[in-house]
């Protein structure tokens, strides 16, 4: 007996739904000379999309190359044939994995005091509290360690930024000035140490009748009074 | 694009254009009495325009949380640095009108109008200085950085353009041509305006490459539909002369398909009329040109490549706002690929 073939389905033209950008808002139409020779445009329309992504990923690969090689602790050594920069790459170089393993540390150990304390700037209620926090760091490159003690009736938020670079010095703060010049100056601020110049914790005493706004500081080192970092505190409306 | 939408950008445009044009004229009364300057300063900003820029700068820092006043001088330094580069880009392509009326240079004279874009360059570091008292240092160094690095990337950009021309270049590509886009015009019409918003809004830098990939193809599809209206829009509400590309010599997408696309004896003698002075590129030579266009499918592909980078822009948005919770602000941004494509 002849064995006869079973009918099957011809293969889809697709196996999954069309999720291409390129149709998000319809049907590209086809060019005049394309209609003439009675082709799509499909391709011709495409490339400029394809030739686009291609520059800005290779303009991104660019920025994250330059990136990476300023980070690189000690760079292209080939490179640097000058000893000072070389001196100055190591140096740079150390002071990075120094500060790394500071902050891994920190992570690891909540500093003393630290502990009990919440952590989260401007969730504090009405009525007088007392709180510290530990900042937002800018970068990973700094050592200085800032708790904040808030008092203040106002609900508040704290943001401090310590620059980058090592602290070993005192540190203090400026008194912080309003952004309307015409608002008094908050002049409750004190720097206690924590026994070590790189960590100190910052007591901000706000006064119940102080105007709701942002007042911006300068976190000082030294006796030369070195910029180190800045503090912004913003009281909030009722 | 659904009415909306259409009118919740044209709402926004409008609201976020009026308090980025007050900043503005603070700013300019400040120059008001510098003697044959302040008037002439006012003179493009008075002119009007969308403010897209000022709207887009605004709108992410709302997006992500910012009160609208930390944005507004960042806005307003945005624009004021818009209209120095349109005075100077007037007289670099020796182009004739703005916003309708005759460019700065034409009224003025060259040497005056070089001295009032950079009065507008200047004017527009004074609200970046005073963004220290809104966002404090951090914030403010932060965006003074991004406009440093926008500044930068747009004079490279316009470099890459005016060497084309000057050299009388027909072998750039359509890659060539979104590189200069990148620099030239995506830098601070999108990718800035939408960095620095999500900065203020975030208090912090922004690393965040999608912000870059949104930009980049909005900015790209806005320049391709605008080169598109240069050539076919509607010339009350375009505001510049139309064909004004082509006397100009400009390497649009359009002229870049048009070389690798037509046959060797038409792209040389595109090459001998693209290597005369502009006054010798006359009507009948723009309509020869835009003729060759059309019959190449070269203004079709621009329109169709525009359609695709807006496209691409509209799926690029859902990763760079992902963060940005539902708002009026979002949806303003999230429409504006579709808007571009459809202004007249």
Redesign the interface.
Known sequence: MKKRSRPKKPPPERVRPVRD?????GE???????VSKGKR?KS??????A??????DD??RQGRRAAENLWTPLGNLAGAGEPSLLTERFLRGAADLSSAWFDMLQTLSPAEGQRDAPTAPGAFDAGKRQASSVP?K?GAASSLHVEIALQSVRLAQV?V?VFPGQHDSPVSLSILHA?DAKTPPLTGVEVQSLGKASAVRVVLRVPEAQPPG?Y?G?LLAGPERRPCG?L?LELLEE | MPTREAALVRAVLDEYGEIASRGIEQYLDRARNAEHLGPLLADYPSRGGRSLRASLCIAAARAFGAPLNDAVKSAVSLELLHNAFLVHDDIEDDSEERRRLPALHVLHGVPTALNVGDGLAVLSLGPLIDNHATLGPRVAHGVFREAHRMAQESVEGQALELAWRHKNDVQVTSEDYFRMVLKKTCWYTTIYPCRVGAMIGHRRDISHEGFVRFGFLLGAAFQIQDDVLNLAGDHGRYGKELGGDIREGKRTLMLIHLLHSAPPAVRSELHALLALPRRRRGDDEVAWVQGLMRRHGSIEHAKNAANQLAGAAAFEFGIAFREAPRSRDRDFIEALPHWILERA
């Open positions: 950008f390129g149709t998000l808002f590209e139409k086809p060019s005049a000379e394309e445009a011709s329309a495409q490339a400029p999309v030739d686009a992504y291609r520059v800005i303009y991104l937002r800018n943001t930024d952004t942002r911006h300068v800045s912004t």
